[in-house]
């Protein structure tokens, strides 16, 4: 999964996943709300994402990323090959030719956990139970 990312301008990102999560929001079976923005926020997702999403219907939306979702291509970039790569503290996911990211800190939050600051697939002589690499949490 070679790439190169740029990191984008926190408050030009909390304003798109706010333009998200309002849209979504207003959709009766998905969600927005201060749960919605952290999970975008911690999802990276590219700038055209944003206008994709409030440009699409509710019910283009509800469907999900399916291959012919109108705003999966602007949400989740093309990627090649398929596998599970960490850049930094954020784990990217490359799954069907589509790219997923994720800040780790935020992923093991949402199990209880806290991130331990490795993400790879080793740690401590370990390797992850899928043998790829994973965002390493550990008990609070």
């Known amino acids: 999964m070679g790439a190169c990312f740029q990191l984008p301008d926190p408050e030009a990102e909390k304003e798109r996943c706010a333009a998200i999560c309002d849209h979504t929001a207003s959709c ?3 969600d927005g709300g201060a749960t919605c923005v952290d999970r975008c926020l911690a999802s990276h997702f590219p700038e055209a994402c ?3 999403i409030t440009a699409a219907s509710c019910a283009v939306l509800e469907q999900g990323a399916t291959s012919t979702a109108s705003w999966a291509a602007a949400c989740y970039p093309r990627c090649n090959p398929d596998g599970v790569a960490c850049n930094g503290i954020r784990i990217m996911t490359c799954s069907a030719g589509r790219l997923a990211q994720m800040d780790c800190t935020f992923q093991c939050e949402e199990i209880g956990e806290r991130f331990s600051g490795v993400c790879g697939a080793t740690r ?3 390797s992850s139970p899928t043998g790829r690499a994973q965002c390493w949490c550990d008990p609070k």
């Open 28 to 30: 009766p079976n998905l």
């Open 50 to 52: 944003a206008e994709a």
């Open 124 to 126: 401590n002589g370990k």
